[in-house]
């Protein structure tokens, strides 16, 4: 368990602390010195090597490359591509580089292919696409490795894919990026590993609207368990769950530092956040949106058209935050729901993806839309959410003095008004999500000068109206200044 406690600035500073037991970036465990029995020996001096004995050898071979740096060859296609239960395990200092000519290290859809203690890098495939896993091949285990310094994605995902203890660093888009076609994603576990430095090219600034940067990206995973990792210093989100996402697990991981929020859930279902601690996230984000004059809370949590589905399987019916600590970010958690964007709306980014509860898009439209079931089935709904037993830190010096901006909670949508044949126009949605879809603060404790967005961006109130009726958020809940923080 991370440690979570927050000193007292009036009070000596603290011991050093160790570093966090994901910090495995600089500290990775060697591989085997010498080859395992029956291993066949990668000799770094001959290009191609690893190449050329994978194609040779049957499926379940054990390669051990050698120390120093190997080469796939010569095209940009040059790559190895495993077989079934093959195993590749790197000797101290081994370490394939693609030398910024190979677009990808491992391909294909081999199953159950392990690949511990190797150094990949510059590596340059395209946009959304990876160099590890390339093909999003099922249960490949994927340990003690760095992949680092190479265009788009260092890993792909496959279902019941494993990864742990691995450096995912510097690299042009993502660290991990998690998803396959088809049904999409099962049972994937990322534990104990450093995710930091990714979006190195800044794809929004790029090509802005892209939804294509950050730490890790999921797209249709249905079930993963997001534990004991390390996730920092991101360009963009730390964790981002896009488009029908399910059974999320996100607990015990230290969140800090990433330009965007710690953990962005849209579209998606099915959530426990717990445990966790977050720390100095979305604070280059939030004051870009500020300094615009866009009065939008971003959160550092942010629930974007996602919420509990109990028609959905999953271990749990809701979306429960509790149990995390923030600190020093620029705003809390931000439950938000466009009332624009629906399945077969033209205003639906998910391009042509419809909820997991309507898989026929044309569906969606007048004049079975206006009714339910599919009036409410849709619709991605912020809905069957519960947030307690947080701890909330807000210093508005860390969030540059802009009132009015950082240290908010919200709950809210926009007026709708597009398409012309929607049947979720004007305060619809609005009145919805703060009143009818049951999205819960409760007994959470409060340190700093907190704002509250109900309803639409424009409508913000103080501690007594937040707990009033007809609203009564965080019931039960404290809330108390920090006497050490400096008036801006």
Request: net charge negative.
């Amino acid at each position: 368990m991370l440690a979570l406690g927050l000193a007292a600035c009036s009070t000596p500073p603290p011991a050093p602390q160790p570093p966090p037991r994901a910090a495995v970036c600089d500290r990775m465990p060697p591989g085997p010195a010498s080859p395992p029995q029956g291993a066949i020996v990668v000799d770094p001096g001959i290009e191609g090597d690893l190449v050329a004995k994978t194609r040779a050898n049957p499926p379940g071979t054990t390669f051990w490359l050698a120390p120093g740096t190997h080469l796939l060859g010569g095209d940009q296609f040059s790559q190895v591509a495993p077989k079934d239960r093959d195993v590749y395990l790197g000797a101290p200092g081994a370490i394939i580089d693609g030398r910024g000519l190979n677009r990808y290290a491992f391909v294909g859809e081999a199953r159950d292919v392990t690949i511990r203690f190797l150094t990949v890098r510059g590596f340059v495939p395209p946009q959304d696409q990876g160099v590890v896993n390339h093909d999003s091949g099922d249960g490949w285990v994927i340990e003690h490795n760095t992949v680092s310094d190479n265009r788009g994605a260092g890993l792909m995902a496959g279902a019941h894919q494993q990864v742990r203890g691995n450096c995912l660093r510097d690299n042009g888009q993502y660290g991990l990026n998690a998803f396959q076609p088809g049904n999409g994603i099962v049972g994937l576990v990322v534990e104990g590993n450093e995710i930091t430095g990714n979006n190195t090219e800044d794809w929004e600034t790029r090509n802005p609207g892209c939804g294509c940067t950050g730490g890790a990206k999921f797209w249709s995973v249905n079930g993963a368990d997001i534990r004991s990792n390390w996730i920092h210093d991101n360009r963009g989100p730390g964790l981002w769950a896009d488009t029908n996402n399910n059974d999320f697990l996100i607990e015990d991981n230290l969140i800090e530092n990433n330009d965007g929020p710690a953990v962005f859930y849209e579209t998606s279902y099915n959530l426990i956040l717990r445990n966790n601690l977050l720390r100095r996230n979305t604070l280059v984000e939030g004051r870009e949106v500020a300094r615009s004059g866009d009065h939008f809370p971003i959160g550092t949590v942010y629930l974007s058209e996602s919420g509990g589905e109990p028609r959905v399987p999953a271990r749990t019916d809701k979306i429960e935050i509790t149990g995390n600590r923030f600190e020093e970010n620029w705003s809390g958690i931000t439950a938000w729901e466009n009332a624009d964007r629906f399945c077969n709306s033209p205003a639906n980014t998910s391009t042509d993806s419809c909820t997991l509860l309507v898989p026929d898009t044309a569906r969606c439209t007048q004049p079975g839309i206006a009714t339910q079931p599919l009036y409410s089935d849709c619709r991605w709904r912020t809905q069957r959410v519960e947030i307690h037993d947080n701890t909330f830190g807000f210093d508005p010096a860390v969030a540059g003095c802009l009132p009015g901006f950082g240290g908010r909670m919200a709950v809210l949508s926009n007026y709708g008004t597009y398409p012309d044949w929607s049947p979720y126009r004007a305060e619809v949605v609005q009145d919805a999500i703060v009143h009818d879809q049951q999205i819960t603060w409760r007994d959470n404790r409060y340190v700093g000068p907190w704002t509250f967005v109900l309803g639409s961006v424009d409508h913000s109130v103080g501690v007594v109206e937040w707990q009033a009726d007809p609203y009564r958020q965080d019931q039960g809940s404290t809330f108390t200044t920090d006497e050490t923080v400096q008036p801006c």
